[in-house]
Structure formats: C-alpha cells, structure tokens
C-alpha cells in the first residue's frame, strides 16, 4: 500500500456485505449516512413518558399486603391455599424491594438474595394462570416463556438472555424498569438433565440450567444477541455513531418464578419415603396418588431428576399444588371469575343466545372432566365436545334461549335434534333475514339494489339445506359476477333495482346474460 493510499476500514467489507443482504431496505440507507454528531438527547414523547410515570407511581404507591394479593387471587383460582400463600410473599416482597431501590439508589448496587420460586405440580391445576392473575397486578415489566424453547446456544432454539431482552421490550426501552421485572419460565422440568440409554446424561439440557443459572444468580446481558442479524446490526451502527449508551442490563434484582408438571418425580418420592418408613407396604403405595408425594420433594429428589446442584439452589422457594377433585371443578364452574362455563355463555351471547344449566349437569361435567385426568383443562374438554353442535346450529335459528340438563350433557346430538322439533324453528323467518343481509350488502358495496321475491327466497333456502351452506355461502356463489353485468346494464339503463326471481336463483348466470342483452338492445332503439 503506498503511502497516499488511506488505511481501509475494517468495517467497510461488513458493511458492503450487510447492504447486498439488505438491498434497499430502509437499514441499508441507515448504513449509508455519517455517523451521528454528539448531539443533546431529544426528549421523549408525552405518551411515552406518562407511561413511565404512570408505571413508577404504581410501584411508589404498592402498599398491598399479601394477605390481599391472596385474596385477589382466591377470586380466580380454586384451592392451591400454600401456592397462593408463596407467591403473594414473593411478589410483595418485591415490589417492596423495587420501590426501596427507586427511593434509595444505593440500595441497587448492594448484594440481594432473591426468593427465587419453584412451583410444581400435574397439569392443569392453576400454575399458569396463578401467574396470569398475578400479572394483572404488577407493575414492572412480565416475560412468560416456555423452558422447552430454549437450547444451550441459542442458533437452534432461543438463547435464555433473550427473556431479559424481551423484558427490555416490554418496558419500551426503559432500562430502569426493566432490571426489576419478572421472568416466568414454565415447563422448567423439561430441561432436566435425564439418563440416556447409554448410562450417560443429556448434556443440552444441562448447558441450559446453567445459561439460566446465570440469569437468575446475577449477569450483565447484553442487549444485542449474538444470533439475531439485526440486533448485530444495530450494534454496528451504535458503534459508528460512537458507542454511546448502555448496552447491558444487570439481573440483580430480577425475580424468577419457574413451574413444572415434574411428571415422574412423585414416584421417585415415593420410593424414597418408602424405603426409610418402617412398616411401609405396598398397599400403602396403592392408595396414595404420585402427586400427593410433591410436597415432600427434598433438593437431593431435584439433583435426582436430572437438575444441577447449583440451579436447583437458586430457587429456595419451592410449593407444590395439589391436584384437583371433581369437587374442585365444579366449584371452578360455579364460583371462579372467567370460568369456563362463563366463557361458554359469552360465546353464546354474541349470536343473542342464552342458557340455563341445572346443578346435576353442572356437577356430571365435572365428573366427566376428572376423568380427563388434565385438571381444569379437563372442562374445556368436556363442554366442547357437548356445545360444538349447538354453537354450529343454533346461530342460524330463532332459538334464543335452551335449558342444559343431564341428558344435553350424556346425549347432546339427540337433545339438540329434539329441541329444534320441539321450537318448530320457522326457516322461512331465519332464510328471510340471511336473504336481506345479503342484499344490504351487495347495495353497500356495489350500490345497486337486489330485491329476492319469495319464490327466489325459498329456492335459496332449499338450496341451502340440500348442500349444508348457509345462505349467504350460496347467494356469493351464485350472485359473484352480478355486480360486473348489473353495471352494464344499469349504464345502459339506468336502473339501480333488480328484482331476483327464483329462475335468477337456479341459472344466475343465464339469466345474467339475458338482462345484458336486452339492456344493449334496448340502449340501440333508444
């Protein structure tokens, strides 16, 4: 290189590169600008910084005590007292700690021993949506994520740092807030490192307990993964404009609470309190279910499972929930705020639809519903399978109330079969009112009116019935090149009303063509 020669910039061939992938992408001609001035910051928008305030002045004014978020939570979700009872702790004792470091900033940088939660228990008994609830509380940053995403580089899979990078997000950009957040990871048994066939162990799993070990113990993340293009990206162009900003955020004070069916770890249980209770026989075991093992799990179970010793010490706080009877299912029906059955109802409201439910059915669909052996999904199930024909056909009919007794539930095809007999249904009535909607339709749209005589109103409904569809499936069938050859004929014309006939209705499209020509001849001896 000759001395009149500029050294090259390392970046430019990245660049180059970067701007081919790209092409004309707005980032790409981002690429081609100076880098930015030192230049004092502009202020935020109105809305964002209300946000904030508004976020911060929550957090100041947290006073609840735990015996109230147990409270709020008892509202929603049926039994789990002891879950409920940790978690109401846990998050106070957060907020409390947040508002404490906002007040004091020297409180940030000093150590803070994190109770950290476990929640374990069979699928379907409320951990989930315990933490749902408990979300509509808080008043920091919440990330909700499955463990089975993640893999231990994050080329296949997601990287674990990308849960503080979502939290980041969610508090639009706001560092401060965001080092307070909460990560709730489920499914955290999926990541045990388990024996393989081998006699050797699973070592994805393990290179992810300890990505997370480091999470929750305390890291600086970066905000620019490694794996994302575009975070890289921006890195880059952070960097030509001079690096100024912070780029890391630190999980000191970051509260994690993980759950897990943990599906074999009863057992395991089991067999340990077995072995050292003199007098243990195997009716014993018989009569009592895995789950009810839980609560008994001892760190040395985890590490058995296949956890690290040093993950499963980062979550001191661990609570079992117990599984669920079909007593408690029917009390979720009758007395949780948004059961299911509430849901049903209100799916039912939107086409005008209402139902009375007698207490013996109530009580056969939480029977059905245990049987599922999937908790409280085991409803959604169960009243699926029950109302999916009646959702299906009573929105076409004038039905606008029915009665749920045991024989809906045992036998829904026939009750439902008989209460359609038993109303008479007038067709005509329903066939009328499809008919009308669609006309008002097609005028709004095309602004050319269609008038369905009666005989064309029953050739629909006929047809209707015959093929399965509805009406309005049958008139955009027959009727979808009507609006082309309606404004010919309105041009030549200056008609604006048709009326449909039942011949329209079996040959549209002859019939079509008829009114085009006589349109055109009719146009000529004008």
């Not at 009535?429 to 109103?457: C, I, K, P, W």
Request: aromatic content about 8%; proline content about 4%; charged content about 30%.
């Amino acid at each position: 290189m000759s001395d009149s020669q500029e050294p090259k910039n390392p970046l430019d061939d990245l660049q180059k590169q970067i701007q081919e992938m790209l092409g004309n992408s707005n980032l790409a001609a981002m690429f081609n600008q100076p880098p930015a001035q030192p230049a004092e910051p502009e202020p935020e928008p109105p809305e964002e910084e209300n946000d904030r305030e508004d976020t911060l002045r929550r957090i100041r004014d947290f006073r609840m005590k735990p015996r109230e978020v147990r409270d709020y939570l008892d509202r929603f979700v049926i039994r789990q007292a002891e879950a409920k009872k940790v978690l109401s702790v846990a998050i106070c004792d957060h907020y409390n700690h947040v508002r404490q470091c906002i007040e004091d900033e020297a409180l940030r940088e000093k150590s803070y021993v994190k109770q950290n939660v476990l929640l374990l228990g069979p699928t379907g008994v409320g951990k989930t949506y315990l933490m749902r609830c408990i979300a509509r509380l808080i008043g920091v940053p919440f990330v909700k994520a499955d463990a089975t995403k993640f893999s231990e580089t994050g080329y296949v899979g997601h990287d674990v740092e990308d849960l503080v990078r979502d939290l980041v997000k969610l508090g639009d950009g706001d560092m401060e807030l965001a080092q307070y957040g909460i990560i709730y990871i489920d499914e955290i048994d999926k990541i045990a490192a388990q024996s393989t066939g081998g006699g050797g162990r699973d070592v994805s799993g393990r290179g992810v307990q300890i990505n997370l070990l480091k999470l929750m113990e305390e890291t600086d993340v970066s905000l620019h993964s490694q794996a994302d293009l575009v975070s890289q990206i921006e890195a880059i162009m952070d960097m030509q404009r001079g690096g100024a900003g912070r780029k890391t955020i630190n999980t000191r004070h970051m509260l994690f609470i993980v759950s897990g069916a943990f599906g074999t770890l009863g057992e395991q249980i089991k067999r340990r309190v077995g072995k050292g209770r003199i007098g243990f026989t195997q009716s014993d075991t018989q009569q009592r279910d895995d789950n009810e093992y839980l609560p008994l799990a001892e760190t040395t179970d985890f590490i058995d499972f296949g956890f690290e010793p040093e993950f499963i010490g980062r979550l001191p706080i661990r609570v079992a929930c117990e599984a669920l009877s079909a007593d408690d299912l029917e009390e979720i029906m009758l007395s949780s705020e948004d059961s299911v059955l509430e849901q049903y109802r209100h799916d039912f409201a939107g086409y005008g639809i209402d139902f009375k439910i007698v207490p013996a059915a109530v009580r056969m669909i939480a029977e059905q519903a245990y049987r599922e052996k999937t908790g409280a999904r085991g409803l959604t199930t169960v009243l699926e399978k029950r109302f999916r024909d009646y959702k299906f056909a009573l929105p076409s009919t004038t039905i606008r109330l029915f009665n749920v007794d045991t024989d809906t539930i045992d036998k829904p095809q026939e009750t439902l079969s008989g209460l359609l007999e038993e109303h008479e249904v007038s067709t005509d009535d329903v066939s009328s009112q499809e008919v009308d909607n669609y006309s008002r339709m097609f005028e709004s749209e095309h602004g050319l009116t269609l008038v369905f005589n009666d005989h064309a109103a029953k050739a629909l409904a006929a047809a209707a019935e015959e093929s399965g569809k509805s009406i309005s499936a049958i008139c955009e069938e027959r009727f979808r090149d009507y609006q082309h050859g309606l404004k010919i004929v309105s041009r030549n014309t200056g008609r604006h009303r048709f009326t449909i006939t039942k011949t329209a209705v079996l040959a549209p499209d002859k019939e079509l063509s008829k009114w085009v020509v006589d349109s055109f001849e009719k146009k000529a001896e004008s």
